[in-house]
């Protein structure tokens, strides 16, 4: 699978941002998709996943009613709504695709990352 992420950028403080992640390869709709984040200096942590068949989401606790996470079968992409956004969620944004798990960073594959900066 080849995952490809875009939709990064510059954006104030309580500003929205949606992110994507086109993937291409073998079957989309076999893995369960993530977003992961990583900010200079800091380990790399899950931010929100869903599975394969899209039934059931989980998010960190520090993104939870602000952050949302999809997935459109037919376009082999997943999403990442982000709302009401902070400071500290800025960081290089990766998506990932793995076959049993969530919220671990032992994925199947990984994508290249986009940049998200949130201004004070």
């Known amino acids: 699978v080849q995952l490809q992420a875009s939709g990064g950028g510059l954006v104030q403080a309580g500003g929205s941002l949606r992110l994507s992640c086109a993937a291409s390869?073998?079957?989309?709709?076999?893995?369960?998709m993530e977003w992961f984040r990583q900010a200079p200096g800091k380990d790399r942590e899950f931010v929100a996943g869903?599975?394969?068949?899209?039934?059931?989401?989980v998010y960190a606790d520090s993104v939870k009613g602000r952050f949302t996470i999809s997935r459109d079968g037919p376009k082999s992409t997943v999403y990442l709504q982000m709302s009401s956004l902070k400071p500290e969620d800025s960081a290089v944004y990766y998506c990932?695709?793995?076959?049993?798990?969530?919220?671990?960073?032992?994925?199947?594959?990984w994508g290249k990352g986009t940049l998200v900066t949130v201004s004070s």
């Open positions: 390869g073998r079957t989309f709709s076999s893995y369960n």
């Open positions: 990932a695709a793995d076959r049993t798990s969530m919220k671990t960073l032992a994925v199947d594959y």
């Open positions: 869903i599975t394969w068949s899209g039934g059931r989401v």
